[in-house]
């Protein structure tokens, strides 16, 4: 026993204070003031408002505690089996020669996060929430959007100078919400509140907003009761939150997902440039159709007019007047009187009969001959039909022939 304990002086001598104490000194020079830990969070439990927490990748394991002062201002509240990443400084207790992490700040670590995504959606999954079919469309010119998000924030200021410059007309109703955290049931109950009132509040559409963070910042929105929520507002909702690459359970079953805050508006919001470019073709069309329509009636009411000129009775007189011209200079020109004015006549036997042909006489008949001026008396003293050889004139009386100086029995020219 002498043999294992040197002489005096050899080694240091402490009491157990004095060793307890020196640990502690030396371990908060050979440590920095925070530094931070991935961990899995196990047995963590309350104790007279701290939080006692145990963590411990599967190798090894320390002890944690988060304070009642900090415990308040944590944005996450972990549970059992919790991934997390923690902000901490070591804690030595030279009474007791114990040693802990004190947590400053702590936040879910990647892998717990997408483990919570991939158990909620297979959840809701198998109800039909992330179905296309159940998606709403979009309105075309929303009168006023409700812009749930952070105030103030940039992603807010975006979308506010979006809304100005596509659709100032689009009447914009902020709610604040917080974002990060555990915050899920005041963002449900923001989301509750609205849907009372989307008809007294004139809603066409629902935007809801966060900006650009680590895909841990969004687990708020990972959460199985804000999915419901969404699915259940009566209006369409517009979900831009975080990044392009970043995928929310809330995207998931919003009516549309937008890549960021910014594209939410753009998405709902016509742009006025394009709609006056289609405003002005569209009147120039009109005015086109118009301009066609006009000419048209104005042919048909000229054409119209005509019909009516026409049908005037001192026209109809007019005409008729000029119809009744015509067939008088027909009938003149056809009328006996017209052919006898040209040198002709007309022969008749002695019963006033018009003779056509020779046949229809005889040697003898007294006959008329009617000329221009007058009747003229004669008697046949012959005949001579087209084509007979001529007769003696002494013989006349016994052939029919004429005599000498007798006309044919037809019309004479005067």
């Known amino acids: 026993m002498n043999a294992a304990i040197p002489a005096s002086g050899a080694l240091p001598r402490y009491s157990v204070a004095e060793l307890n ?40 394991s320390i002890s944690g505690v988060v304070w009642a002062s900090q415990l308040a201002k944590l944005s996450h509240r972990p549970e059992e089996g919790d991934g997390v990443v923690v902000v901490g400084r070591l ?5 007791r020669a114990t040693l802990c992490v004190q947590v400053l700040d702590l936040r879910p670590s990647l892998s717990a996060v997408l483990r919570r995504f991939e158990q909620v959606r297979a959840l809701l999954a198998p109800e039909g929430l992330f179905a296309p079919e159940r998606r709403r469309p979009l309105p075309l010119l929303p009168e006023r959007i409700a812009l749930l998000t952070s105030v103030p924030s940039s992603a807010l200021a975006d979308m ?16 604040p919400i917080p974002v990060q955290g555990p915050v899920e049931d005041q963002i449900c109950g923001a989301l509750e509140a609205l849907a009372a009132r989307v008809d007294p509040l004139g809603l066409d559409a629902l935007v809801l907003a966060r900006g650009g963070g680590s895909r841990e910042d969004l687990a708020v929105f990972d959460g199985e009761r804000l999915a419901r929520c ?18 929310t359970i809330a995207d998931l079953v919003a009516d549309h997902r937008a890549a960021t805050p910014t594209a939410a508006l753009v998405a709902l919001l016509p742009d006025r440039e394009a709609v006056l470019a289609g405003v002005r073709q569209r009147r120039q069309h ?8 006009l000419d048209t009636a104005r042919n048909q009411l000229a054409s119209q007019r005509q019909r009516l000129a026409a049908a005037h009775p001192r026209h ?47 040697a003898g008949d007294a006959v008329s001959v009617q000329l221009q001026d007058g009747l003229v008396h004669a008697t046949v003293s012959g005949l001579s039909p087209t084509g007979a050889r001529p007769t003696d004139p002494s013989s006349a009386g016994q052939t029919g022939a004429e005599p000498p100086g007798a006309e044919p029995a037809s019309t004479f020219p005067a």
Not at 33 to 39: G, H, I, T, Y
Not at 160 to 175: D, H, I, M, S
Not at 236 to 246: A, K, N, S, T
Not at 329 to 355: I, M, N, T, Y
């Open 230 to 247: 969404l699915a259940a507002f009566p209006r369409p909702v517009v979900c831009g939150l975080g990044h392009e690459d970043d995928t």
């Open 91 to 95: 804690n030595f207790w030279a009474a």
């Open 316 to 362: 109809q007189l007019a005409q008729r007047r000029q119809l009744l011209e015509q067939q008088r200079r027909l009938l003149r020109a056809l009328s006996p009187e017209h052919v006898l004015a040209r040198g002709f006549s007309l022969l008749r036997d002695p019963q006033g009969v018009l003779v056509r042909s020779v046949a229809a006489l005889q």
């Open 160 to 175: 506010l100078r979006t809304a100005r410059e596509r659709w100032p007309a689009t009447r914009l109703l902020v709610v």
């Open 21 to 60: 104490t020196a640990i502690g000194n030396l371990l908060e020079r050979g440590f920095a003031p925070r530094f931070l830990v991935e961990a899995t969070v196990s047995r963590p439990q309350l104790k007279k408002g701290h939080l006692w927490l145990t963590l411990t990748d599967g190798e090894a």
């Open 286 to 293: 009109l005015r086109q159709v118009l301009r066609l329509r």
